[in-house]
């Protein structure tokens, strides 16, 4: 597990520019121009069999092997001709080649085979590809602009990706005149091969990489997005920009949920997932990434302003609370000591206006007492340049206590000319600055959403509840049964039923044929009772006098049962009813009615939606969505996203909610969506929450076509914790161990772990010396996706404390049919079996995953760890790159 698959692409030893040429305008003169401009130093070589010199270099008309030093193809010729060259650079012994030319996808079904041969050709070569029909890529650190964009890129810290490259060539010209620089620029074009996963991937271990930059206008491949978005989010941060943000994932559908519903919806509910960042506009894009990227931490979300006017003031108080931020309440000391500093005429409040005339004097001290507020998180300082202001020296004044305070600081001085050389300062101390006073807000509105995000990220639910279990191959064969019918639509009973499997309270009913059978069924239940028509093609009941409430005799209920069968009959002669369901009144007490559902984005899969429910519930447009799977703390924070929220405590004189209860039809609901990857739609509305409990009134269930991917939670975004792997062994010495699947919260054990190992241990599983984990490894190696990566530790717990003392990992390459592992046992522990015990485990993953082919690289006199893989069935194989590594591999099927 050593260098990034892309870093031969973006650090190759030399670049090979197929299709290089003098002609004017062509693709493949910019190019090889764009790279001798940025100072490209290492081999730079133009193929082209028309030319024997291009701009002054020497041109080949084919690369041979073991001639030159070259690690990365740019082609730009015509789409026919690309697998031709990527034939020639696989002999040659390329990693990788960007694909400018367009011609494929775009150009209907013979592009497209033209483009599959590309990738199939890359894939027997071991290649990897950008693009086709793309801008190119940069890095700018060693001179590398492979684009035929007009602008070089400035070296910096921020990483760039598109799937734009005409996005990419207007940010670049923005930025260049405001100094910002890239790391890396990523324009993904087609993406046939290599994709926003693999690059977010790669940055996230790129050292030269602080922040990253993402414009998204969709997505093919979800898991290894969300997967490569989640892991670079782990380990810096990432601000998203996504456009077509008012595109609806369905024109219709048939339950609340799915009405209303938008694939904008769930992406944003996707990237809280993954704990990044999202902004609107390309200006927000810079700003937000730029303030993240400078390590500004906050420990609190109650924002302080400080100006020197009222009007800016107000200004930021007005989008303070657009955004819905807090604004700190200053404690009586703090206003008794600004009391003793400031004009009697101040605001005595926040905002804190220290007035036109304040003095640089003035502004520190200011500050001081505000940052020394422990109910203050964060401060906003404005400027405007009146008469008096010397905005120089007040901007010094501000440096000098944002660097004596932990609290983050972000400047704010308006205008141009006056307040240059300050906002020059401040850049030079890494003090965010903004020339709006909404700029400036907006930015700590992204810090608490970026600090709500992480938290959301450490977040690893599995996919069951961890209450009585529920009863899931009961439900899965109602569903069966239905399909086996040739229905898509679950009648009122089976849904009801399903909802009962997984312990979701629903009211006692029974379906009468006719209203003789109606009477007997509420005499059986008791009165009061409700009426609804059973008829599976019939949604929303109510909407066509399908329902009937509070009935409290048996002569009502058979009029209005006769009365409800005779118009349904009417209005809808074709379809076919089942009767009418007789159910007991839910009492829940004081009742506040809700939404909880499931639907299935195209994109993502299932998604939960909950808010407030009942007839109205379109018009109400009360909801938030979540992906699951859920946890108790990502069910709550589902919960506080809605208005339906505020409902839930003491409400006009009505008791609260049984606690938790709403928060255990949540948990059970993203069960459902785990475990029935054939459901496609749940409607629960309402759901009745009062202070005796929770009870589903009503319950609609669709089915989707059954998944042809045979792997567990194939069809979800996110994959949930396997717990069911972890499981008890013995050692041949007769020790009990845990054997589980990693998780975050290990980041201590597996720190320690490290630690314990020898020098010798450690040199054997990293191939270099080191004394710990370094805090990114540290993350990258406990929080992981359990889709592309899995990681087994084995846990000894016999000294009333967890002490890891083995672990396991695999991660699946590109290709999806093979897989990287290693292994490493505690020194102490070795020679006890724990290896076997990790081993096996791994290896059962991965078959069980679907993978064909695991595969390592050992040093070779690591003994212990050859002796393990051929125990195992591994074939031993001395790597031609490296006489000291020896590849093991084993296939699985």
């Known amino acids: 597990m050593g260098t990034h698959i892309l870093d031969k692409l973006f650090n190759p030893r030399g670049v090979a520019v197929f299709g290089a040429s003098e002609r004017e305008g062509s693709v493949g003169r910019t190019v090889l121009a764009n790279l001798l401009a940025a100072g490209f130093k290492r081999t730079l070589l133009p193929v082209n069999p028309k030319y024997a010199e291009v701009q002054g270099l020497r041109c080949v008309p084919e690369l041979k092997p073991g001639e030159h030093m070259v690690d990365l193809a740019l082609i730009a010729t015509p789409a026919r001709a690309v697998p031709g060259i990527l034939r020639n650079c696989g002999e040659a012994g390329l990693r990788g080649a960007v694909i400018l030319s367009a011609g494929f996808a775009e150009a ?28 190119g890529i940069m890095r700018p650190g060693i001179g590398l602009n492979a684009t035929f964009s007009h602008n070089q890129a400035l070296p910096g810290k921020l990483g760039l990706i598109s799937s734009s490259g005409a996005l990419i060539t207007a940010v670049l010209d923005w930025a260049e005149p405001t100094g910002i620089g890239f790391s890396s620029v990523a324009s993904t074009g087609d993406a046939a091969d290599v994709d926003f996963g693999e690059l ?14 993402l414009y998204v206008e969709g997505i093919r491949h979800t898991r290894r997005f969300l997967s490569g978005l989640r892991a670079a989010a782990r380990m810096k941060p990432v601000v998203v920009l996504k456009s077509a943000r008012h595109a609806a994932t369905a024109q219709a559908a048939a339950t609340h949920t799915g009405a209303m519903m938008g694939s904008d919806a769930v992406f944003d509910a996707a990237l809280q997932r993954a704990g990044v960042v999202r902004v609107e506009r390309v200006s927000q894009w810079f700003s937000a990434a730029q303030t993240l990227a400078s390590g500004v931490r906050l420990r609190g979300e109650d ?5 020197n006017g009222g009007g800016p003031g107000v200004m930021a108080v007005d989008r303070a609370a657009d955004l819905g931020l807090n604004l700190a309440t200053l404690a009586d000391g703090t206003l008794e000591a600004l009391n003793a500093l400031l004009p009697a005429h101040w605001s005595h409040g926040n905002p804190v206006d220290i007035l036109g005339d304040a003095t640089p004097e003035r502004y520190g001290e200011a500050l001081r007492i505000v940052l020394a507020d422990p109910g203050v998180h964060m401060a906003s300082v404005l400027l405007t340049p009146q008469a008096m202001t010397d905005p120089d020296a007040c901007a010094e004044a501000v440096i000098e206590q944002a660097r004596k305070s932990h609290k983050p600081v972000l400047a704010c001085w308006m205008g141009d000319p006056l307040v240059a050389r300050a906002r020059n300062r401040f850049d030079a101390e890494g003090i965010p600055q903004f020339r709006t006073p909404e700029g400036a807000v907006e930015t700590f509105a992204w810090l608490i959403e970026h600090r709500r ?19 899931i191959e009961g439900a899965r064969l109602i569903l069966q049964h239905a399909r086996s019918q040739g229905r898509r639509v679950l009648s009122m009973r089976e849904s009801r039923a399903v909802l009962a499997a997984f312990h979701i309270p ?22 009061p009772v409700a009426l609804k028509i059973s008829a599976p093609d019939l949604t929303h009941k109510s909407d066509f006098g399908g329902v009937r409430l509070n009935l409290r005799s ?5 009029q209005q049962a006769q009365e409800m069968l005779d118009q349904i009959h009417e209005q809808f002669p074709e379809v076919e009813v089942e009767g009418v369901s007789v159910e007991r009144m839910a009492e829940v007490g ?20 909950f808010g407030l429910g009942g007839t109205a519930v379109e018009v109400i447009g009360d909801q938030a969505v979540a992906l699951p799977p859920l946890n108790p703390s990502l069910a709550r924070r589902l919960m506080a996203q809605t208005r339906a929220a505020r409902t839930l405590g003491t409400f006009r004189g009505a008791p609260p909610v049984r606690e938790g209860a709403v928060e255990q039809v949540l948990l059970r609901v993203s069960e459902m969506a785990c ?3 054939e459901l496609a739609a749940l409607d629960i509305n309402p759901l009745q929450a009062g202070e005796n409990g929770v009870m589903a009134v009503d319950a609609r269930i669709e089915l989707a076509d059954p998944a042809h991917d045979g792997r567990d939670y194939a069809h979800m975004a996110i994959h949930p914790y396997p717990g069911h792997m972890a499981r008890k062994v013995t050692t041949r010495d007769g020790h009990e161990l845990e054997l589980r699947p990693i998780r975050p919260e290990d980041a201590a054990i597996e720190q320690e772990f490290v630690r314990s190992l020898s020098e010798k241990s450690r040199y054997l599983r990293f191939m270099r010396s080191m004394d710990e984990l370094t805090p990114e490894m540290l993350v990258r190696f406990t929080q992981i996706d359990y889709d592309r990566e899995m990681a087994f530790i084995a846990v000894d717990r016999h000294t009333g404390r967890e002490v890891q003392v083995g672990v396991a990992r695999y991660t699946t390459e590109p290709d999806g049919e093979s897989a990287e592992f290693a292994v490493v046992i505690s020194d102490a522990w070795q020679g006890r079996g724990v290896g076997s015990l990790l081993m096996e485990a791994v290896i059962d993953s991965a078959r069980n995953a679907g993978l064909r082919e695991l595969f390592g690289e050992v040093l070779r006199h690591n003994g212990g760890m050859l002796a393990l893989a051929q125990r195992h069935g591994f074939q031993r194989e001395i790597l031609a790159s490296d006489e000291e590594i020896i590849r093991v591999s084993r296939r699985l099927h």
């Open 675 to 677: 475990e029935l990857p």
């Open 108 to 135: 209907g079904r013979e592009g497209e085979r033209l483009q599959q041969e590309c990738v199939e050709i890359a894939q027997r070569y071991r290649m990897r590809l950008i693009g086709p029909n793309c801008l």
């Open 453 to 471: 995000n992480q938290r959301m990220l450490l977040q690893v639910p599995g996919p069951r509840s961890d209450d009585q279990p529920a009863d």
């Open 506 to 527: 629903c009211s006692p009913s029974i379906l009468a044929r006719d209203p003789a059978d109606a009477m007997l069924a509420a005499e059986t239940l008791g009165f």
């Open 303 to 307: 924002l302080a302003i400080l100006t």
């Open 590 to 609: 004081h009742v506040r009615e809700l939404l909880v559902g499931i639907s299935r984005d195209p994109v993502f899969g299932p998604v939960i939606a």
């Open 200 to 213: 977010l991937d790669y940055l996230a271990v790129d050292p030269e990489t602080q922040g990253i930059l």
């Open 554 to 558: 048996v002569q009502a209920v058979r």
